[in-house]
């Protein structure tokens, strides 16, 4: 199965890592990497899109309250268990970012 798993960054969580936390949390991308999956950070330059009946409103930013999305991963995994552990230690996990699951 595969899992889409959109990685939610905070920009002052990054900065408060120490420089061994970001090492040991970019390592994990390349772990994952290294397994098949695909990683990708994204910029944070965004434009919203949303229709909602008849109005399309098109505008800078993200749509949703809280935090930008920083970028994704693909990930091919058994379960979403497995992909849980793959990324529980990635950099936006780490550093008061999220990451969302989703399967495909």
């Known amino acids: 199965m595969r899992f889409l ?5 905070d920009k002052d969580g990054w900065i408060s890592l120490s420089d061994d936390e970001k090492t040991d949390v970019l390592a994990q991308d390349s772990v ?3 397994g098949g999956a695909t990683v990708v ?3 944070p330059e965004v434009t919203s899109v949303r229709n909602w009946g008849k109005h399309l409103e098109v505008s800078d930013g993200p749509h949703q309250a809280g935090l930008p999305l920083a970028g994704f991963y693909i990930i091919e995994a058994e379960s979403a ?4 552990e793959r ?3 990635t950099p936006c996990a780490r550093a008061r970012g999220v990451i969302e ?3 495909f």
Do not use: E
């Open 101 to 103: 699951i989703h399967p």
């Open 87 to 89: 990324v529980a230690n």
């Open 41 to 43: 950070a994204v910029r």
């Open 5 to 9: 798993c959109l990685a939610f960054g």
């Open 81 to 84: 268990a497995a992909v849980v």
């Open 32 to 34: 994952i990497t290294g």
